[in-house]
Protein backbone atom coordinates (compact mmCIF):
# COMPACT_ATOMS: atom_id res chain seq x y z
CA UNK A 1 0.00 0.00 0.00
CA UNK A 2 1.97 3.34 -1.18
CA UNK A 3 1.39 5.98 1.45
CA UNK A 4 2.79 9.59 1.87
CA UNK A 5 6.04 9.20 4.34
CA UNK A 6 3.82 11.10 6.99
CA UNK A 7 1.43 8.50 6.95
CA UNK A 8 3.34 5.28 6.39
CA UNK A 9 2.09 3.63 9.46
CA UNK A 10 -1.57 3.47 7.91
CA UNK A 11 0.12 1.00 5.39
CA UNK A 12 -0.46 -1.84 8.59
CA UNK A 13 -3.63 -3.07 8.32
CA UNK A 14 -4.12 -3.51 12.14
CA UNK A 15 -3.11 0.02 12.75
CA UNK A 16 -5.69 1.52 10.55
CA UNK A 17 -8.33 -0.46 12.15
CA UNK A 18 -7.01 1.09 15.63
CA UNK A 19 -7.26 4.55 14.27
CA UNK A 20 -10.51 4.69 12.93
CA UNK A 21 -11.72 2.84 16.20
CA UNK A 22 -9.91 5.06 18.60
CA UNK A 23 -10.71 8.53 16.62
CA UNK A 24 -14.09 8.02 17.04
CA UNK A 25 -13.74 7.09 20.79
CA UNK A 26 -11.32 9.69 21.57
CA UNK A 27 -13.81 12.51 20.60
CA UNK A 28 -16.36 10.97 22.58
CA UNK A 29 -13.62 10.83 25.62
CA UNK A 30 -12.44 14.56 24.90
CA UNK A 31 -16.39 15.00 25.11
CA UNK A 32 -16.76 13.31 28.37
CA UNK A 33 -14.06 15.13 30.48
CA UNK A 34 -15.15 18.87 29.10
CA UNK A 35 -18.97 17.61 30.75
CA UNK A 36 -17.23 16.48 33.31
CA UNK A 37 -15.50 19.45 34.69
CA UNK A 38 -18.42 21.43 33.93
CA UNK A 39 -21.19 19.13 35.74
CA UNK A 40 -18.52 19.34 39.10
CA UNK A 41 -18.30 23.06 38.93
CA UNK A 42 -21.97 23.32 37.98
CA UNK A 43 -22.78 20.65 41.20
CA UNK A 44 -20.13 22.93 43.73
CA UNK A 45 -18.60 26.01 42.45
CA UNK A 46 -15.37 25.12 43.55
CA UNK A 47 -12.30 25.16 42.56
CA UNK A 48 -11.31 22.52 44.89
CA UNK A 49 -13.62 20.19 44.10
CA UNK A 50 -12.46 20.36 40.36
CA UNK A 51 -8.99 19.33 41.59
CA UNK A 52 -10.25 16.65 43.70
CA UNK A 53 -12.13 15.20 40.85
CA UNK A 54 -8.99 15.06 38.68
CA UNK A 55 -6.95 13.17 41.56
CA UNK A 56 -10.06 10.90 41.67
CA UNK A 57 -9.58 9.93 37.96
CA UNK A 58 -5.82 9.87 37.58
CA UNK A 59 -4.37 8.56 41.04
CA UNK A 60 -5.26 4.95 40.18
CA UNK A 61 -2.97 5.56 36.93
CA UNK A 62 0.27 6.52 39.69
CA UNK A 63 -0.56 3.49 42.24
CA UNK A 64 -1.66 0.72 39.46
CA UNK A 65 -0.22 1.03 36.08
CA UNK A 66 2.91 -0.84 37.75
CA UNK A 67 0.79 -3.82 37.37
CA UNK A 68 -0.66 -2.78 34.19
CA UNK A 69 2.52 -3.19 32.72
CA UNK A 70 3.16 -6.35 34.36
CA UNK A 71 -0.40 -7.42 32.81
CA UNK A 72 0.58 -6.19 29.25
CA UNK A 73 4.26 -8.13 29.65
CA UNK A 74 2.12 -11.22 30.13
CA UNK A 75 -1.29 -11.59 28.88
CA UNK A 76 -2.49 -10.98 25.06
CA UNK A 77 -2.76 -7.48 24.65
CA UNK A 78 -5.67 -7.02 22.39
CA UNK A 79 -7.33 -8.88 24.40
CA UNK A 80 -7.06 -6.70 27.79
CA UNK A 81 -7.38 -3.88 25.39
CA UNK A 82 -11.37 -5.33 24.49
CA UNK A 83 -11.77 -5.96 28.65
CA UNK A 84 -10.47 -1.90 29.42
CA UNK A 85 -12.15 -0.35 26.68
CA UNK A 86 -15.67 -2.36 27.44
CA UNK A 87 -15.04 -1.33 31.35
CA UNK A 88 -14.79 2.31 30.46
CA UNK A 89 -17.63 2.02 27.94
CA UNK A 90 -20.01 0.83 30.86
CA UNK A 91 -18.80 3.79 33.78
CA UNK A 92 -19.69 6.27 30.87
CA UNK A 93 -23.11 4.29 30.25
CA UNK A 94 -23.29 4.86 34.20
CA UNK A 95 -22.62 8.11 34.43
CA UNK A 96 -24.98 9.17 31.26
CA UNK A 97 -27.98 7.23 33.46
CA UNK A 98 -27.19 9.07 36.54
CA UNK A 99 -26.75 12.81 34.64
CA UNK A 100 -29.38 12.50 32.48
CA UNK A 101 -32.35 11.21 35.46
CA UNK A 102 -31.34 14.49 37.63
CA UNK A 103 -30.19 11.56 40.16
CA UNK A 104 -26.19 12.15 39.86
CA UNK A 105 -24.07 13.66 43.17
CA UNK A 106 -20.73 14.61 43.63
CA UNK A 107 -20.20 11.34 45.24
CA UNK A 108 -21.30 9.56 42.13
CA UNK A 109 -18.51 11.08 40.31
CA UNK A 110 -15.88 10.98 42.30
CA UNK A 111 -16.43 6.88 42.53
CA UNK A 112 -16.96 6.61 38.63
CA UNK A 113 -14.10 8.45 38.20
CA UNK A 114 -11.73 6.69 40.46
CA UNK A 115 -12.87 3.09 38.13
CA UNK A 116 -12.47 4.93 35.33
CA UNK A 117 -8.86 5.43 36.13
CA UNK A 118 -7.88 2.31 37.25
CA UNK A 119 -9.19 0.93 33.77
CA UNK A 120 -6.89 3.47 32.75
CA UNK A 121 -4.05 2.15 35.02
CA UNK A 122 -4.25 -1.03 32.84
CA UNK A 123 -5.28 0.24 29.55
CA UNK A 124 -2.48 3.01 28.50
CA UNK A 125 0.67 1.07 29.36
CA UNK A 126 -0.62 -1.85 26.92
CA UNK A 127 -2.16 0.52 24.34
CA UNK A 128 1.53 2.11 24.32
CA UNK A 129 3.07 -1.39 23.80
CA UNK A 130 0.88 -2.68 21.39
CA UNK A 131 1.44 -0.30 19.17
CA UNK A 132 5.11 -2.06 18.18
CA UNK A 133 2.80 -5.00 17.30
CA UNK A 134 0.71 -3.30 14.88
CA UNK A 135 3.69 -1.86 13.12
CA UNK A 136 6.83 -2.56 13.77
CA UNK A 137 9.86 -0.79 15.14
CA UNK A 138 10.52 0.35 11.72
CA UNK A 139 7.60 2.75 11.58
CA UNK A 140 6.93 3.04 15.79
CA UNK A 141 8.30 6.39 15.20
CA UNK A 142 5.71 7.64 12.51
CA UNK A 143 2.80 5.65 14.47
CA UNK A 144 3.29 7.41 17.51
CA UNK A 145 3.11 10.60 16.02
CA UNK A 146 0.05 9.66 14.30
CA UNK A 147 -1.40 8.12 16.90
CA UNK A 148 -0.95 11.41 18.95
CA UNK A 149 -1.91 13.34 15.97
CA UNK A 150 -5.36 11.73 16.30
CA UNK A 151 -5.57 12.07 20.22
CA UNK A 152 -5.39 15.82 18.94
CA UNK A 153 -7.91 15.65 16.51
CA UNK A 154 -10.37 14.28 18.29
CA UNK A 155 -9.17 16.97 20.64
CA UNK A 156 -10.12 19.98 18.98
CA UNK A 157 -13.88 18.39 17.78
CA UNK A 158 -14.49 16.72 21.24
CA UNK A 159 -14.63 19.92 23.59
CA UNK A 160 -16.32 22.35 20.83
CA UNK A 161 -18.81 20.04 20.32
CA UNK A 162 -19.18 19.11 24.36
CA UNK A 163 -19.10 22.88 25.00
CA UNK A 164 -22.15 23.28 22.44
CA UNK A 165 -23.77 20.09 23.92
CA UNK A 166 -23.59 21.15 27.52
CA UNK A 167 -25.11 24.72 26.97
CA UNK A 168 -28.04 23.61 25.09
CA UNK A 169 -28.95 19.80 26.36
CA UNK A 170 -26.89 19.19 29.63
CA UNK A 171 -23.36 16.84 30.23
CA UNK A 172 -25.76 13.18 30.41
CA UNK A 173 -26.06 13.42 26.14
CA UNK A 174 -21.97 13.82 26.27
CA UNK A 175 -21.35 10.95 28.53
CA UNK A 176 -23.87 8.60 26.48
CA UNK A 177 -21.99 9.77 23.15
CA UNK A 178 -18.56 8.99 24.87
CA UNK A 179 -19.89 5.49 26.13
CA UNK A 180 -21.57 4.58 22.48
CA UNK A 181 -18.34 5.53 21.06
CA UNK A 182 -16.47 2.92 22.49
CA UNK A 183 -18.52 0.32 20.19
CA UNK A 184 -16.15 1.68 17.27
CA UNK A 185 -12.98 0.87 19.37
CA UNK A 186 -13.97 -2.35 20.80
CA UNK A 187 -15.02 -3.45 17.06
CA UNK A 188 -11.54 -2.22 15.60
CA UNK A 189 -9.57 -4.13 18.06
CA UNK A 190 -12.15 -7.56 17.35
CA UNK A 191 -11.57 -7.15 13.80
CA UNK A 192 -7.53 -7.35 13.93
CA UNK A 193 -5.32 -10.38 12.76
CA UNK A 194 -2.48 -10.55 15.59
CA UNK A 195 0.16 -12.79 15.45
CA UNK A 196 0.61 -14.82 18.56
CA UNK A 197 3.46 -12.88 20.10
CA UNK A 198 6.15 -15.24 22.21
CA UNK A 199 5.61 -13.48 25.86
CA UNK A 200 8.04 -14.76 28.91
CA UNK A 201 7.54 -17.91 30.95
CA UNK A 202 4.90 -16.82 33.93
CA UNK A 203 7.56 -17.14 36.35
CA UNK A 204 8.59 -15.09 39.09
CA UNK A 205 6.24 -12.92 41.79
CA UNK A 206 4.34 -9.52 40.21
CA UNK A 207 6.47 -7.43 42.84
CA UNK A 208 9.58 -8.86 41.46
CA UNK A 209 8.24 -7.82 37.31
CA UNK A 210 7.71 -4.54 39.23
CA UNK A 211 11.04 -4.38 40.48
CA UNK A 212 12.79 -5.10 37.37
CA UNK A 213 11.03 -2.80 35.52
CA UNK A 214 11.83 0.08 38.14
CA UNK A 215 14.87 -1.41 38.36
CA UNK A 216 15.82 -0.78 34.56
CA UNK A 217 14.43 2.70 34.89
CA UNK A 218 16.30 3.71 37.64
CA UNK A 219 19.56 1.98 36.12
CA UNK A 220 18.83 3.60 32.80
CA UNK A 221 20.14 7.50 32.54
CA UNK A 222 19.01 8.55 29.35
CA UNK A 223 15.15 6.92 30.36
CA UNK A 224 14.94 7.95 33.93
CA UNK A 225 16.10 11.58 32.76
CA UNK A 226 12.86 11.77 30.28
CA UNK A 227 10.60 10.75 32.44
CA UNK A 228 11.17 12.82 35.36
CA UNK A 229 10.91 15.87 32.74
CA UNK A 230 7.53 14.54 31.59
CA UNK A 231 6.75 13.58 35.24
CA UNK A 232 7.73 17.54 36.27
CA UNK A 233 5.67 18.81 33.45
CA UNK A 234 2.84 16.58 34.21
CA UNK A 235 2.79 17.56 37.82
CA UNK A 236 3.22 21.11 37.39
CA UNK A 237 2.05 22.52 33.71
CA UNK A 238 -0.72 19.72 32.75
CA UNK A 239 -3.27 20.86 35.51
CA UNK A 240 -4.08 23.89 33.93
CA UNK A 241 -6.75 22.26 32.22
CA UNK A 242 -8.33 21.41 35.52
CA UNK A 243 -8.76 25.10 36.62
CA UNK A 244 -10.05 26.00 32.72
CA UNK A 245 -13.74 26.00 33.79
CA UNK A 246 -12.82 28.79 36.20
CA UNK A 247 -10.78 30.79 34.42
CA UNK A 248 -13.19 30.54 31.53
CA UNK A 249 -15.98 31.78 33.68
CA UNK A 250 -14.11 33.89 36.59
CA UNK A 251 -11.36 35.65 34.37
CA UNK A 252 -12.76 35.58 31.20
CA UNK A 253 -15.92 35.92 31.54
CA UNK A 254 -17.90 33.21 29.62
CA UNK A 255 -18.73 29.86 29.70
CA UNK A 256 -19.10 25.94 28.68
CA UNK A 257 -18.68 27.46 24.99
CA UNK A 258 -15.87 29.24 26.29
CA UNK A 259 -14.31 26.58 27.96
CA UNK A 260 -14.57 23.98 24.92
CA UNK A 261 -12.83 26.51 22.67
CA UNK A 262 -9.61 27.31 25.00
CA UNK A 263 -9.53 23.39 25.28
CA UNK A 264 -10.02 23.22 21.50
CA UNK A 265 -6.96 25.64 20.95
CA UNK A 266 -4.64 23.80 22.99
CA UNK A 267 -5.82 20.71 20.81
CA UNK A 268 -4.97 22.77 17.62
CA UNK A 269 -1.21 23.09 18.45
CA UNK A 270 -0.84 19.62 19.88
CA UNK A 271 -2.55 18.52 16.63
CA UNK A 272 0.36 20.96 14.55
CA UNK A 273 3.29 19.28 16.97
CA UNK A 274 2.21 15.46 16.00
CA UNK A 275 1.80 16.42 12.17
CA UNK A 276 5.61 18.02 12.81
CA UNK A 277 6.95 14.50 13.99
CA UNK A 278 4.95 12.15 12.13
CA UNK A 279 6.92 14.14 9.01
CA UNK A 280 10.02 12.97 10.80
CA UNK A 281 11.61 9.72 9.74
CA UNK A 282 14.33 9.22 12.39
CA UNK A 283 14.64 10.36 16.23
CA UNK A 284 17.55 12.21 15.25
CA UNK A 285 17.13 15.47 17.25
CA UNK A 286 14.77 14.74 19.79
CA UNK A 287 17.24 14.86 22.64
CA UNK A 288 17.28 18.55 22.01
CA UNK A 289 13.71 19.06 21.16
CA UNK A 290 12.19 17.40 23.71
CA UNK A 291 13.82 20.18 26.62
CA UNK A 292 13.03 22.66 24.56
CA UNK A 293 9.15 22.04 24.10
CA UNK A 294 9.39 21.54 27.57
CA UNK A 295 10.32 25.17 28.18
CA UNK A 296 8.24 26.67 25.38
CA UNK A 297 4.91 24.83 27.06
CA UNK A 298 5.97 26.79 30.28
CA UNK A 299 6.71 29.72 28.84
CA UNK A 300 3.21 29.53 26.75
CA UNK A 301 1.03 28.77 29.98
CA UNK A 302 3.39 31.78 31.69
CA UNK A 303 1.71 34.01 29.38
CA UNK A 304 -1.83 32.55 29.21
CA UNK A 305 -1.69 33.27 32.89
CA UNK A 306 -1.22 36.80 32.16
CA UNK A 307 -4.09 36.96 30.00
CA UNK A 308 -7.48 38.67 30.14
CA UNK A 309 -8.95 38.64 27.10
CA UNK A 310 -10.34 35.43 25.48
CA UNK A 311 -9.06 35.52 22.07
CA UNK A 312 -5.50 36.26 23.15
CA UNK A 313 -5.84 32.94 25.50
CA UNK A 314 -7.06 30.87 23.16
CA UNK A 315 -3.93 32.09 20.82
CA UNK A 316 -1.61 31.55 23.67
CA UNK A 317 -2.97 27.59 24.20
CA UNK A 318 -2.05 27.37 20.74
CA UNK A 319 1.80 27.05 21.19
CA UNK A 320 1.35 25.81 24.60
CA UNK A 321 -0.19 22.33 22.97
CA UNK A 322 2.12 22.26 20.03
CA UNK A 323 5.11 22.28 22.78
CA UNK A 324 3.38 19.89 25.02
CA UNK A 325 2.84 17.57 22.09
CA UNK A 326 6.02 17.48 21.05
CA UNK A 327 7.34 17.12 24.58
CA UNK A 328 5.51 13.93 25.16
CA UNK A 329 5.57 12.23 21.71
CA UNK A 330 9.28 12.79 21.20
CA UNK A 331 9.99 11.06 25.07
CA UNK A 332 7.32 8.03 24.25
CA UNK A 333 9.29 7.84 20.56
CA UNK A 334 12.39 7.46 22.51
CA UNK A 335 11.81 5.58 25.44
CA UNK A 336 10.14 3.12 23.37
CA UNK A 337 13.02 3.27 20.98
CA UNK A 338 15.46 2.16 23.38
CA UNK A 339 13.62 -0.33 25.92
CA UNK A 340 14.02 -4.10 25.01
CA UNK A 341 11.08 -5.93 24.12
CA UNK A 342 10.78 -8.21 27.25
CA UNK A 343 10.56 -4.86 29.22
CA UNK A 344 8.47 -2.82 27.40
CA UNK A 345 5.06 -2.77 29.01
CA UNK A 346 6.54 -2.25 32.57
CA UNK A 347 8.71 0.94 31.39
CA UNK A 348 5.58 1.98 29.51
CA UNK A 349 4.56 1.81 32.94
CA UNK A 350 6.55 3.84 34.55
CA UNK A 351 5.92 6.08 31.63
CA UNK A 352 1.91 6.37 32.45
CA UNK A 353 2.82 7.15 36.25
CA UNK A 354 4.98 9.76 34.91
CA UNK A 355 2.48 11.16 32.15
CA UNK A 356 -0.76 10.86 33.88
CA UNK A 357 -0.04 9.92 37.22
CA UNK A 358 1.57 12.75 38.46
CA UNK A 359 -1.69 14.76 36.95
CA UNK A 360 -3.63 13.55 39.97
CA UNK A 361 -1.14 15.03 42.38
CA UNK A 362 -0.49 18.20 40.64
CA UNK A 363 -4.58 18.89 40.26
CA UNK A 364 -4.42 18.43 44.06
CA UNK A 365 -1.87 21.16 44.48
CA UNK A 366 -4.00 23.29 41.62
CA UNK A 367 -7.05 22.81 43.31
CA UNK A 368 -5.09 23.78 46.60
CA UNK A 369 -3.48 26.88 45.42
CA UNK A 370 -6.52 28.83 42.90
CA UNK A 371 -7.95 29.41 46.39
CA UNK A 372 -5.75 31.14 47.97
CA UNK A 373 -3.86 32.35 44.98
CA UNK A 374 -6.34 32.80 42.27
CA UNK A 375 -6.55 30.45 39.11
CA UNK A 376 -4.34 32.49 37.06
CA UNK A 377 -1.10 32.87 39.37
CA UNK A 378 -1.30 28.99 39.80
CA UNK A 379 -0.87 28.61 36.14
CA UNK A 380 2.01 30.57 36.06
CA UNK A 381 3.46 28.92 38.88
CA UNK A 382 3.31 25.70 36.48
CA UNK A 383 4.87 27.35 34.15
CA UNK A 384 7.45 28.29 35.97
CA UNK A 385 8.15 24.89 37.43
CA UNK A 386 8.44 23.46 33.80
CA UNK A 387 11.11 26.32 32.80
CA UNK A 388 13.49 25.19 35.67
CA UNK A 389 12.69 21.43 35.03
CA UNK A 390 13.98 21.84 31.40
CA UNK A 391 17.28 23.64 32.24
CA UNK A 392 17.95 21.27 34.16
CA UNK A 393 17.50 18.34 31.59
CA UNK A 394 19.47 20.64 29.81
CA UNK A 395 22.40 20.63 31.48
CA UNK A 396 22.48 16.80 32.18
CA UNK A 397 22.09 16.06 28.15
CA UNK A 398 25.66 16.52 27.47
CA UNK A 399 26.12 13.30 30.12
CA UNK A 400 23.94 10.88 29.40
CA UNK A 401 23.35 11.66 25.63
CA UNK A 402 26.32 8.99 24.52
CA UNK A 403 24.28 5.92 26.53
CA UNK A 404 21.26 7.07 24.73
CA UNK A 405 22.64 7.20 21.13
CA UNK A 406 24.14 3.48 21.95
CA UNK A 407 21.09 2.19 23.02
CA UNK A 408 18.81 3.37 20.01
CA UNK A 409 21.95 1.80 18.20
CA UNK A 410 21.85 -1.39 19.40
CA UNK A 411 17.78 -1.81 19.70
CA UNK A 412 18.06 -0.41 15.75
CA UNK A 413 20.31 -3.36 15.29
CA UNK A 414 18.42 -6.15 16.73
CA UNK A 415 15.21 -4.74 14.33
CA UNK A 416 17.55 -5.14 11.54
CA UNK A 417 18.59 -8.84 12.33
CA UNK A 418 14.96 -9.97 12.64
CA UNK A 419 14.40 -9.34 8.77
Known sequence: MSLPVVLRALAHRNFRLFVAGQLTSL????????????????LTGSSLQLGLVGFASQIP??????????IADRWPRRRVLILTQSAMMLLAFILAA????GEVRMWHVFVLATLLGAANAVDMPTRQAFVVEMVGKADLFNAIALNSSMVNGARLVGPAVSGVLVAAVGEGWCFLLNGASFLAVIAGLAMMRVPRAVRQADTGSVIGRVAEGFGYVARTPPIRALLLLLGSVSLMGMPYTVLGPVIAEKVLHGGPSAYGLLMSAAGVGSLAGAAALAAKRTTRGLLRWTPTAAAGFGLALILFSLSRVLW???????????CMMVQM?????LIQSMVPDRL???????????FLGMTPFGSLLAGLLAHPLGAPATVAVGGMACVAAAAVFAWRLPGFRPLAHALLEHQRGLEDAKL
Open 61 to 70: VFLLSTAGGV
Open 344 to 354: RGRVMAVYAMM
Open 329 to 333: ASANT
Open 27 to 42: IGTWMQMVAQGWLVYR
Open 98 to 101: LTMT
Open 312 to 322: LSVALLVPAGF
